[in-house]
Nanobody, 120 residues
């Protein structure tokens, strides 16, 4: 199963980026999905999860700044990131097959990652 992320890049603090993730239809329609990130020397953390429209989870560090959404017609997962901070710099990974109870196990499927770098 291949999840393909896009949209990462270099942005100044305060700027915005939108990450996209193309997900195979067989996976997209029946799974909770989310975005993880991993900064150098740190573990991989769950940033946001969407089980269904309106049923979302956000890490405290991104609440009010990031928005996760899914387009069922395009089998695509998004992460809109606003008011970016240097501490948001990390490799961001799309994931599918997340548990409905947030954080109780690792996802079933991972993307290859897209780098987000926020300069001060």
């Amino acid at each position: 199963v291949e999840l393909v992320e896009s949209g990462g890049g270099l942005v100044q603090a305060g700027g915005s980026l939108r990450l996209s993730c193309a997900v195979p239809g067989s996976i997209f329609s029946r799974n909770a999905m989310g975005w993880y990130r991993q900064a150098p020397g740190e573990g991989r953390e769950l940033v946001a999860q969407i089980n269904s429209p309106g049923n979302t989870y956000y890490a405290d560090s991104v609440k009010g700044r990031f928005t996760i959404s899914r387009d069922n017609a395009k089998n695509t997962l998004y992460l809109q990131m606003n008011s970016l901070k240097p501490e948001d710099t990390a490799m961001y990974y799309c994931a599918a097959g997340l548990p409905l109870r947030v954080g109780t196990r690792l996802p079933d499927y991972w993307g290859q990652g897209t780098q987000v770098t926020v300069s001060a």
